[in-house]
DNA sequence: GATTTGATGTGAAACAAATCACAAAACACG
DNA sequence: CGTGTTTTGTGATTTGTTTCACATCAAATC
């Protein structure tokens, strides 16, 4: 059954990735164990939200003695798959499937775009490093390189198709850069990344602190006044 | 004084867009009042929390009479500024820079990135309508264009040094591309989107429902061999 | 080896967010 | 105009997350 699946990526998740790296970031300084309180720091945390952070992925420190980088590093690695290599698709070669099949940090991070697909033959001129197939070959490179999680980067109108034809050949999970709510069934992880709320947030908090400094200052005008 | 703020963007804003998004298009569908329970089938979420987001950002409807669609857009317009124009200054024009310069979307939505710029004076004959300057024009365009909230899509090593100029000029909040936890004053905001972590979350989830249904399969086997 | 010290790990408490439940309002219809 | 119906708006409740507090352990010191 196909529904909108409001899948919403933890807090905690995120928070897990930052310390992992300040980790590597330690790591490549010559630092070797590391504390709670160093990681809150390096990510304005606190030190507990940190160690429950780790209690709920279940990773474990020793006692008085803080984390051991490499220690640490591992088991992160192993918890959330970062040491084995992941295949990726991208679909939509346009300006931002362009830059995102160029993005070095996938590959840094063991995530390799193997193929990227276009129904436009002419963007399959193009190279990056990467084949742009059509979208015919979609079944047989998923298999091939055994792909379960794929981008899309097409235009809002072609996402819902794309989506769907990636399912049905297997996809578990899709970083969408297009600006709809896609459809999938519920055993579909769906990771939404929508440009223009993520800026049009920021104005809006800009725009909320101004007006709270607005205030303060007119507070401090009048307590000039009353003075 | 300069720290990590950690200023989380709100899921109640988050779903805000969402409902924003639906009521656009259905409204270019012909359709002229919604309800609570339209937009909650719309974006995957309860009418219950349709309306207490609508409450917590004080949109007031129509007892029993729902929403007017216009008239709901334009209150949603006002309350964040949707409707007024806002200039956006972009730093970095590697591929991804590139991309967001291109983005048609941003245009659509009132956000014109008046400006890009770049330290590689090479970069700076590329165009893409919008013009491409070396850094030391940035309080110029800054003060002219009265920006207030920019993007950063410089590497990663060049991107606390970008913020750090942006602030000097008055900028107050950033949308940021680079892997990096950016120290800013407390007034300061700062939204992060990081490619590597948004792929990551999705791969990780992915392999969690692996494992979960395997055990059901292992449980659903393990019936069949009972019954 | 006993004692102090410093950090982890995790229940308990406080806080925040989502859901529930229903009073209040407005329209429909007799 | 009164009664029934529908949907909003929001307190009350539940659920989820963060912070607090401290028992527990391991190293350092005496």
Sequence with gaps: MKQITKHVIKNSLKRIFLYRASLVR???????????????????????????????????????????????????????????????????MGNMGLALSKYSKFVQHNMNVVATFDIDPFKQKMRSGIP??????????????????????????????????????GIMGIVNFAPVLLKVPPDVIINNVNLCDELESVIYYVHKLMKVDGLKNIELLYRDMKY
Excluded: C
Aim: no cysteine.
């Design 132 to 169: 742009v197939y059509s979208m015919s070959r979609l079944k047989e490179i998923i298999d091939r390189f055994r792909v379960k999680v794929a981008i899309i980067a097409v235009p809002e109108i072609s996402a819902q198709e794309v989506a769907d034809e990636l399912i049905r050949h």
């Design 26 to 92: 330690l790591k490549m300084m010559g630092v070797e164990k590391v504390f709670s309180y160093t990681l809150a720091n390096e990510t304005g945390v606190t030190s507990d939200q940190v160690r429950k952070d780790f209690s709920e992925y279940n990773i474990k420190g020793n006692k008085r003695g803080g984390y051991d980088i490499n220690d640490l590093l591992e088991k992160m690695e192993n918890i959330f798959h970062l040491n084995k290599d992941h295949n990726i698709v991208l679909i939509g």
